[in-house]
C-alpha cells in the first residue's frame, strides 16, 4: 500500500511491521478514521505518520501548506516527537533518491508557548507539511492569521488521547477539531493513539464525534516486573530513627524547615537518624544495577535534594533533576543524555510521564 521509498526504508531498518501497524495501515492508507491501541514502545507512532509520510512524499504538493496535524497533550512530547520523524524522513527521501524519484524533504514545524513571535511569522509565511503542537496552541493558531495555513489538511494524529477525552481540555479540543473541519470545508482523516483506553468505545466516539471511527486494538496485559520495597524492616520503628514522633512527621518537619532554607541543601538533617538514610543508598545501589533508570517524585523541591544527594553519596554525577522550572533547552539535553548513557539516571516529576521516548529505560523508581 506504500510507494517504492518508504518500503525500501522501513524493510531496511525493521524485520516485520508489529500488529498495530499491520492492522492499522491498510485503513490509514485508504483514509479512514482510526483509534490505534497499543502497548508503549510497540510503534503506535510510526503506525499513524508512516502512511502521512508515504503520501506527503508520493504526492508532493507544489505549494507547501500544512497537510498532517499532530497533537499532543504534552510539550516535552511535542519535541520529541519532531526529533523522532527526522530519521524516516531523512531515510525515506534518501531512498527516493536512489530510486531516481528524487522527493523534496517535508518539513516540520513545532507550535506551543514556547514558539518565538520570530518563528511564529516564519511558519505563516512557509507553513511546514507536518505541523507539531498542542491543543492551547491550536485553539490560538485557530483565532489568528495562520488558520489558513491549515485548510489544506489531510490527517490529524491526536496523541495520548485517554488524557484528553475525560478532561476539560479534551472538551475544548473536540470544538476546536469541528471549528478545524468547518474551515477546511473538508473531513480530514482523524487518528488517535492511546496505550490505556477504557472505555473504547467512548473514545472512539470522542475521535470521530459523529464521524465512523475504527478501532485498531492490539493491547496486551502489561510486562511488568512490580515490586513494593520498603527501605527498612519497620517504617515506624527504623533501628537509626531517634525516639519521640513519628517517622512521617519528623520527614514533614525536616522538609518544612529546607522550604524554609534553615538546612542549607538540606543535607544536614538527613544523617543517620531519619528514614531518608536508608533511602538513599537503596535507590543509589538500584541505579548502579541497571542500565537507565527514571526516579519520579511528587515536587520540585524533592527532585532537586534526591539529585544532589545521590550525587554527593556516589561521589559522581549519577543522576539529573528534570521537572517543569529546568529550560527546555537544559530538559532535551538531559533526555539526550540519559538516551545515549552518558547519565545513569533522571530524577524527574510529572514532566517526564507521558508517553515520552526515553529509549531503553530499564528501571522506574517511585518514591
Not at 530519521?87 to 524533504?105: C, F, H, M, T
Not at 552518558?342 to 530499564?362: C, N, P
Amino acid at each position: 500500500m506504500f510507494g517504492p521509498a518508504t518500503r525500501g526504508w522501513f524493510q531496511s531498518n525493521f524485520s516485520r511491521p508489529t500488529a498495530v501497524q499491520a492492522q492499522g495501515w491498510p485503513l490509514l492508507a485508504s483514509g479512514q478514521n482510526a483509534l490505534l491501541l497499543a502497548p508503549t514502545g510497540s510503534g503506535k507512532t510510526l503506525a499513524a505518520f508512516l502512511a502521512c509520510l508515504d503520501r506527503l512524499i508520493e504526492n508532493p504538493d507544489r505549494e507547501v501548506l500544512t497537510r498532517v496535524l499532530y497533537i499532543s497533550p504534552l510539550k516535552a512530547l511535542v519535541y520529541d516527537i519532531e526529533r523522532n520523524l527526522r530519521a524516516p524522513l531523512a531515510g525515506i527521501v534518501q531512498y527516493s533518491e536512489r530510486l531516481g524519484k528524487p522527493s523534496p524533504r517535508p518539513t516540520v514545524a513545532i507550535r506551543t508557548g514556547d514558539t518565538s513571535t520570530r518563528e511564529r511569522q516564519q511558519q505563516l509565511r512557509r507553513p511546514a507539511e507536518i505541523l507539531v503542537t498542542t491543543p492551547e496552541s491550536l485553539y490560538l493558531i485557530l483565532g489568528s492569521q495562520m488558520h489558513t495555513t491549515l485548510l489544506h489538511l489531510e490527517t490529524i494524529i491526536i496523541d495520548e488521547i485517554h488524557s484528553l477525552a475525560p478532561t476539560k481540555r479534551g472538551a475544548h479540543l473536540s470544538l476546536s477539531l469541528e471549528r478545524l473541519a468547518h474551515l477546511c470545508g473538508h473531513e480530514p482523516q482523524r487518528i488517535g493513539l492511546s496505550a490505556t483506553v477504557e472505555p473504547v468505545d467512548s473514545v472512539a466516539r470522542y475521535l470521530g464525534g459523529p464521524r465512523p471511527v475504527r478501532v485498531v486494538n492490539t493491547l496486551e496485559p502489561p510486562k511488568l516486573d512490580l515490586q513494593i520495597v520498603v527501605p527498612v524492616e519497620d517504617m515506624e520503628k527504623p533501628a537509626a530513627a531517634p525516639s519521640g514522633g513519628s517517622i512521617l512527621g519528623q520527614m514533614m518537619a525536616e522538609e518544612k524547615l529546607r522550604q524554609a532554607g534553615g538546612m542549607g541543601h538540606g543535607m544536614a538533617a538527613e544523617g543517620a537518624g531519619t528514614l531518608w538514610s536508608s533511602i538513599y543508598p537503596q535507590i543509589l545501589e538500584m541505579i548502579g544495577q541497571h542500565r537507565s533508570t527514571i526516579i519520579f517524585v511528587n515536587s520540585r523541591g524533592l527532585c532537586e535534594r534526591l539529585a544532589l544527594r545521590l550525587n554527593e553519596l556516589a561521589g559522581e554525577e549519577v543522576a539529573r533533576s528534570h521537572h517543569g522550572s529546568v529550560s527546555h533547552k537544559e530538559r532535551q539535553q538531559i533526555e539526550e543524555m540519559l538516551k545515549a548513557g552518558q547519565l545513569k539516571a533522571l530524577v524527574a516529576t510529572s514532566s517526564l510521564e507521558l508517553g515520552i521516548d526515553m529509549g531503553a529505560v530499564d528501571l522506574v523508581i517511585l518514591v
